[in-house]
């Protein structure tokens, strides 16, 4: 079974620029999310999907961060414009479950972004 | 403020001797927990886990304890193999919004 899959894998921009991440989740998998980990820090969910409707968005910047999961499948997230403080690793992960599951949540290898 | 707690940045461990990494946490609604894995350049992999109806939680080489009274959890690993070396997360959900909260990561070293 192929696993949660990201492009790019890294990625290296200047402040202000735009940015798109992609994943495409586990054939199946209804449930979405998105990370954003800091370097010694753990994953803060972003953004979570269930099918392609959105269940929680509050610790999304809404400001410079976008994301949609189109015909709740694969899903892109969008910083514009970037800050320095981007700069992390930004993890997508799916799960089988529907909102109110503790389904194991499958990980991508997580895409690396550098804001200079 | 930081629920979920991992208080050593990192542990180095004999080969073959036990490991035991350790999880503090604040929120006495979290109710159940689970411990990822993680190598360098790859995402977590999901290792164990325990609801808080349960004290411990066993498969195979690892074993997770759970102790409410505490709001302290562990996760045992024994014997220690130099594929054990990675960054090991605690993590919690609480039943309010079965959202993951994280711990900020263990790193395990096994020396040969």
């Known amino acids: 079974e192929a696993g949660v899959a990201q492009s790019p894998r890294y990625k290296i921009i200047e402040k202000r620029q735009s940015v798109a991440f992609w994943c495409n989740p586990i054939?199946?998998?209804?449930?979405l999310y998105w990370y954003q980990q800091i370097l010694g820090q753990g994953p803060k969910l972003l953004i979570q999907?269930?099918?392609?409707?959105?269940?929680?968005d509050s610790q999304l910047p809404k400001d410079r961060f976008s994301a949609e999961r189109l015909k709740g499948v694969d899903s892109t997230l969008k910083i514009q414009p970037a800050k320095l403080e981007d700069s992390a690793v930004y993890l997508c992960?799916?799960?089988?479950?529907?909102?109110?599951?503790?389904?194991?949540?499958?990980f991508g290898p997580g895409t690396r972004l550098t804001v200079l | 403020d930081q629920q979920v707690k991992q208080n050593s940045p990192s542990l180095s461990v004999q080969e073959g001797r036990i490991s035991i990494l350790n999880c503090d946490y604040t929120?006495?609604?979290?109710?159940?927990f689970l411990w990822y894995k993680k190598y360098p350049a790859e995402g977590p992999t999901f290792l164990i886990s325990i609801s808080s109806i349960k004290d411990k939680n066993e498969d195979g080489r690892f074993t997770v304890f759970l102790n409410k009274s505490a709001k302290h959890l562990s996760l045992h690993i024994v014997p220690s193999q130099p594929g054990d070396s990675a960054v090991y997360f605690c993590?919690?959900?609480?039943?309010?919004?079965?959202?993951?909260?994280w711990g900020a990561g263990t790193k395990l070293i096994i020396k040969p």
């Open positions: 929120n006495s609604m979290f109710d159940y």
């Open positions: 054939s199946g998998h209804a449930t």
């Open positions: 992960a799916s799960s089988l479950g529907h909102r109110g599951s503790t389904d194991t949540q499958y």
């Open positions: 993590a919690a959900i609480p039943d309010s919004n079965y959202q993951l909260i």
């Open positions: 999907f269930q099918n392609n409707g959105v269940v929680d």
